[in-house]
């Protein structure tokens, strides 16, 4: 930052800085909070250290870190462990596999889940993704990515089958979510409807018009993040000020209460609006 080796010390002599580590000082006081240690202990580390393990897991707002050591990842071999500090050393670290959390450098939350794969144990990475599902942060999509740049990884299987087990349909795509409830309507004799088409400007997963029903078949793939689960409540608003009634259906439901989701549609379907009372609706 500029200053000559004297001045720093004229700034500890008079207790303007304390120090941390080498080169990574408190200004002013050492009553530090443990977030301000955590960023103290990824600037010793050097550049392009990030917070990682339990450290970035309590930053996500997923669990406590109740150690006594920062974890830190570093993208290098050979470095020296610091006190206090526990570091973790890779051969790469993608930039998508990182990011800032109240202003201190953390992997991205889908790489903490695949760090904590290999050093929880199982309850406590599944008990980690619900509170990421809770709190509407969980991307399946973002996991599936750093898996793919991250070959290898011996948390992979451990943490794919942690995602299947809390939430079978996740691993399922879009499509054969789409082929299973048009194979569902077939069985349940359920009338065909149409399938992605646009209803005020919306894309729908299924359609049936004349009845003004739509199907939302909520793949969490494409619904489990904050952004995505927003739009998928103001869509459903708009639809419905049009004039649409609409029902979510997820994968779990589909195939584990078939007789409910069938009895929900045709009910849906036997009492469609009056064409006035619809018209009354709409501006």
Not at 22 to 51: D, F, K, S
Not at 96 to 118: G, H, I
């Amino acid at each position: 930052m500029g200053f000559s080796h004297e001045a720093i010390k004229r700034r500890i002599r008079v207790g303007e800085f304390h120090p941390l580590y080498r080169g990574v000082y408190a200004v002013g006081h050492t009553a530090m909070t443990r977030r301000g240690l955590l960023m103290a202990a990824v600037y010793a580390c050097g550049e392009g250290a990030v917070a990682s393990h339990w450290d970035a897991a309590e930053l996500w707002g997923l669990s406590r870190n109740g150690g006594k050591t920062f974890h830190v990842t570093v993208v290098a071999k050979g470095r020296k462990s610091r006190k206090g500090i526990t570091l973790h050393q890779v051969r790469r670290l993608d930039r998508a596999d990182w990011t800032e959390v109240d202003n201190v450098r953390v992997t991205s939350l889908a790489r903490t889940f695949l760090d904590q794969a290999e050093v929880v144990n199982r309850r406590q990475l599944e008990r980690q993704l619900e509170t990421a599902e809770r709190q509407q942060i969980f991307d399946l999509r973002a996991i599936k990515d750093t898996c793919r740049r991250n070959p290898g990884r011996h948390g992979i299987p451990i943490l794919i089958a942690a995602v299947n087990e809390l939430m079978p349909e996740a691993l399922h795509s879009r499509e054969e979510l789409e082929r299973l409830f048009l194979d569902f309507c077939r069985e349940h004799n359920i009338p065909m409807p149409a399938v992605n088409v646009v209803v005020e400007g919306y894309s729908v997963d299924a359609l049936w018009r004349a009845q003004r029903v739509v199907v939302e078949l909520d793949s969490r793939e494409f619904h489990l993040n904050r952004k995505a689960f927003e739009e998928d409540r103001r869509r459903d608003g708009a639809l419905q000020i049009a004039g649409y009634r609409v029902l979510r259906i997820t994968w779990r439901r589909l195939t584990q209460e078939p007789a409910g989701v069938a009895s929900d549609i045709l009910t849906l379907l036997a009492h469609a609006p009056a064409a006035s009372s619809v018209s009354s609706q709409l501006p």
